[in-house]
């Protein structure tokens, strides 16, 4: 399975915010640095995990973002099925339109409990178990989407 953008900038966004100290508020642009992702893309990111309650933005002159607590506790699988905007794994259509085979076509319903089954496999996975505090400042994280080798 392949994560989107979007899904992975979200995910290093959080386990970023997770490796910090609390007191600590980065700005949604140190964020964008941090993460090594344009300042658009992460403030976007930003908005939509404090609609979900995994993040929380302090305005003002001293503010910033930090995780929330219910951040901590995200699963990865939970996040993902959130993010994810693919409805179908498969597109089921071709140059010519809908594919002639969209009706009597398994492969469609299989793909999709394999996508189902990987969101499960992350269900036991929480943003706090994949980088923690640590005394010597932010983790460097880097997530990729592409095969090894």
């Known amino acids: 399975m392949r994560i989107n953008s979007f899904s992975d900038v979200s995910l290093r966004l959080l386990m970023v915010l997770n490796s910090m100290p609390d007191d600590e ?8 640095e941090q993460v090594g992702t344009p300042y658009n893309h992460v403030s ?15 305005r003002g002159r001293s503010g910033g973002v930090r995780i929330s ?4 506790q995200a699963t990865v699988g939970r ?11 498969a ?6 339109g809908e594919c002639p ?5 398994g ?8 996508r189902e089954a990987f969101y499960a496999s992350l269900d036991n996975v929480t943003i706090y178990s994949l980088a923690r505090k ?8 880097t997530l990729s989407t592409s095969r090894p080798g």
């Open 91 to 96: 597109e089921c259509k071709t140059d010519m």
């Open 79 to 89: 996040v993902l099925r959130v993010l994810d905007d693919h409805t179908d794994v």
């Open 134 to 141: 640590t005394n010597n400042g932010p983790i460097p994280v």
């Open 101 to 105: 085979l969209v009706h009597d076509c």
């Open 107 to 114: 492969l469609r319903g299989a793909l999709n409990h394999a």
């Open 44 to 58: 976007k990111a930003v908005l939509k995990l404090r609609q979900m309650g995994l993040v929380e933005a302090i």
């Open 25 to 32: 508020l980065p700005t949604t642009r140190e964020l964008a």
């Open 69 to 72: 607590p219910s951040g901590k």
